[in-house]
């Protein structure tokens, strides 16, 4: 069986040089397109050999619908600039996407809604096994403990990560809000100065950047009696490629639709 073909967006970047490795060792799924920005010092480099491995004979192109006619499957994992176009291009050549980009506004993720009428898309804040099986256990801690816990979640990140929080904590808060039944109006975004009591309904969300952490991520539970942490901490940036090239599997024989990790690890 042929493998399947997957152009990937954002190449030469830390998620793309991890994608690419995953890629390269993959019994399924094989590179067949790298795309960076049309002025990447980048472009014309071999993918491989920029990615710490042996030669791909894939080089860095800038020309999106050169890939799509290569590729079976695009995975994107640019800089959140140039999402809309890419995702225009995706449904022009009716080509699945998974989408990795982080800091997309609504506004951009209704733009994901209405291209999954067209194209099936795979759109998940964290492609990582583990992190999904995190929204999956606070969704189930949220739903147990209700109101007699406060909730606190803290997200902690490298220094060059752009978005605060980032997406992954902006989903966990999502799920909390869900399960207990709250607001945007009672989350805070850290805090500083003089507070009164704590709101029993506030969920507080706190953002570290800082030296090289891949990506932790802790929610936490207190009440007056104990305290429950539930923890992800990414140690390798494939973590969360080899999710990607997962959901870049499960859309081979889908048609139109949009999709998450759920879906794709079937929890």
């Known amino acids: 069986m042929s493998k399947i073909k997957v152009g990937l967006i954002g190449a030469n970047g830390r998620m793309g040089k991890a994608i690419i490795q995953v890629l390269a060792a993959s019994q399924r799924s094989v590179l067949s397109a790298a795309v960076v920005k049309e002025d990447s010092v980048y472009s014309g480099f071999d993918s491989g050999i920029h990615s710490g491995i042996k030669e791909t004979g894939i080089i860095f192109s800038s020309d999106l619908?050169?890939?799509?006619?290569?590729?079976?499957?695009?995975?994107?994992?640019?800089?959140?600039?140039?999402?809309?176009?890419?995702?225009?291009?995706?449904?022009?050549?009716?080509?699945?996407?998974?989408?990795?980009?982080?800091?997309?506004?609504?506004?951009?993720?209704?733009?994901?809604?209405?291209?999954?009428?067209?194209?099936?898309?795979?759109?998940?804040?964290?492609?990582?096994?583990?992190?999904?099986?995190?929204?999956k256990l606070t969704e189930i801690a949220a739903k147990v403990l209700q109101d007699g816990f406060d909730v606190e979640v803290l997200d902690i990140h490298h220094r060059h990560k752009k978005d605060s929080p980032s997406g992954t904590a902006q989903h966990l808060k999502e799920v909390l809000l869900k399960a207990l039944e709250r607001k945007e109006e009672n989350v805070i975004y850290g805090r500083h100065g003089m507070y009164p009591e704590r709101d029993p309904k506030e969920i507080a969300m706190h953002t570290m950047r800082a030296g090289e952490v891949i990506g932790d991520h802790t929610v936490f539970f207190f009440s007056p009696e104990e305290r429950i942490e539930i923890s992800h901490k990414a140690q390798d940036r494939k973590t969360f490629a080899v999710g990607a090239v997962k959901a870049a599997e499960f859309l081979k024989d889908k048609t139109k639709g949009l999709y998450n990790m759920f879906d794709v690890l079937g929890i």
């Open 65 to 135: 619908e050169e890939a799509c006619k290569n590729s079976d499957i695009l995975i994107d994992f640019s800089a959140h600039t140039g999402f809309a176009k890419n995702l225009e291009i995706a449904v022009a050549n009716k080509k699945p996407i998974v989408i990795g980009t982080t800091g997309l506004s609504d506004s951009e993720k209704n733009q994901i809604k209405s291209a999954a009428i067209s194209i099936p898309i795979v759109f998940s804040p964290n492609m990582s096994v583990g992190v999904n099986l995190l929204f």
